[in-house]
């Protein structure tokens, strides 16, 4: 009997914002999920919560391994201006590394992600973590919820490749 290891893509899903959610799946399979906050500190000047966000993406490199693909909330509307700047700042960081590293990156429409965990494209935050959590994970708040429903949207429509 013959059998080889197959070592599967490094997956990373990531919910972007102040309090960003990830989700990342390893070469040999398990999921890490978890959620890092990245709000700006009493005395940091305004750039600072971007390059923490960006030692963050390194530091996840190293412990981890260069993910093949990067998946990410596509935002397409904010309710407000200030969360619109944060998250295009983020979306800038992260899209730079990845370019930077050569790595694959696609964004998912948030329609799109609810749709596929809970068939309905406006479910609401405590739907997402429901559906989430009824496929066996244990996302501490609805931003982990978010960037498992990106992974596992990413490992089901597109087995993981970009």
Request: glycine share 10%; with cysteine.
């Amino acid at each position: 009997m013959n059998t080889e290891y197959t070592p599967r893509l490094v997956i990373l899903a990531l919910d972007l914002g102040t309090t960003t959610g990830w989700a990342l799946r390893s070469a040999n399979g398990p999921v890490a999920h978890g959620f890092v906050s990245f709000k700006s500190q009493r005395f940091e000047g305004g750039g600072m919560r971007y390059l923490r966000f960006r030692s963050w993406l390194d530091q996840l490199a190293v412990t981890t391994g260069l993910p093949e693909a990067v998946y990410f909330e596509e935002v397409r509307r904010h309710a407000a201006t200030d969360a619109a700047h944060i998250y295009g700042g983020f979306l800038a960081c992260l899209t730079a590394w990845c370019e930077e590293l050569g790595l694959a990156y696609q964004g998912v429409p948030v329609g799109t992600i609810k749709r596929h965990v809970t068939s309905k494209g406006n479910a609401d935050k405590q739907a997402v973590i429901e559906a989430v959590r009824a496929r066996g994970f244990r996302p501490a708040d609805d931003n982990e919820a978010d960037a498992i429903a990106i992974l596992l949207w990413a490992l089901e429509t597109k087995g993981g490749v970009l």
